[in-house]
């Protein structure tokens, strides 16, 4: 049976950036990929996730008190009205500071917007909060899209 699309899926590009323990600088970072995205009507060709890969925690009980603190912001915020988003988005602006943060970014440009395309991959890396997060650029073809592209789609 043939699919209802007339259109080939579209190939994505990858761009990775590390910002370590700047959380600062990756929410800049991530701010600044959600104004581009409003302003430039890029819903569907730019998407980003933020990772935060903990660090191995020194003691056992290194990990309680984030749970405390998160259990306390949701408390925080269920009592002034607010609803489970901003609870989220709180608790996303609290992490623990052991954590490294990175962004994974997927451009996806159809065939004819090429020129859109390499504009996009040329000025994302060269902004400030981006251009000292190591970028590095994944494309279809190489050896480690595969890889790439599995944990952008695992990530939430």
């Given at each position: 049976?043939?699919?209802?699309?007339?259109?080939?899926?579209?190939?994505?590009?990858?761009?990775?950036?590390?910002?370590?323990?700047?959380?600062?600088?990756?929410?800049?970072?991530?701010?600044?990929?959600?104004?581009?995205?409003?302003?430039?009507?890029?819903?569907?060709?730019?998407?980003?996730?933020?990772?935060?890969?903990?660090?191995?925690?020194?003691?056992?009980?290194?990990?309680?008190?984030?749970?405390?603190?998160?259990?306390?912001?949701?408390?925080?915020?269920?009592?002034?009205?607010?609803?489970?988003?901003?609870?989220?988005?709180?608790?996303?602006?609290?992490?623990?500071?052991?954590?490294?943060?990175?962004?994974?970014?997927?451009?996806?440009?159809?065939?004819?917007?090429?020129?859109?395309?390499q504009r996009w991959?040329?000025?994302?890396?060269?902004?400030?909060?981006?251009r000292d997060a190591?970028?590095?650029?994944?494309?279809?073809?190489?050896?480690?899209?595969?890889?790439?592209?599995?944990?952008?789609?695992?990530?939430?």
């Amino acid at each position: 049976m043939r699919g209802g699309r007339h259109t080939e899926p579209m190939a994505h590009i990858y761009m990775l950036f590390a910002f370590g323990k700047e959380e600062e600088k990756a929410q800049q970072a991530r701010h600044k990929l959600e104004t581009w995205k409003q302003a430039f009507r890029l819903d569907k060709k730019l998407l980003y996730k933020v990772e935060r890969i903990a660090a191995a925690p020194e003691q056992g009980e290194d990990e309680k008190p984030a749970k405390a603190e998160n259990a306390k912001a949701e408390k925080a915020a269920k009592g002034k009205g607010k609803g489970k988003a901003a609870v989220k988005e709180q608790v996303e602006e609290a992490p623990a500071a052991n954590e490294d943060v990175r962004i994974l970014v997927r451009l996806g440009f159809s065939g004819h917007e090429k020129l859109s395309e390499q504009r996009w991959l040329e000025r994302i890396p060269a902004e400030e909060p981006f251009r000292d997060a190591s970028p590095e650029v994944v494309k279809p073809g190489e050896a480690q899209f595969e890889a790439t592209e599995k944990q952008f789609e695992d990530l939430d």
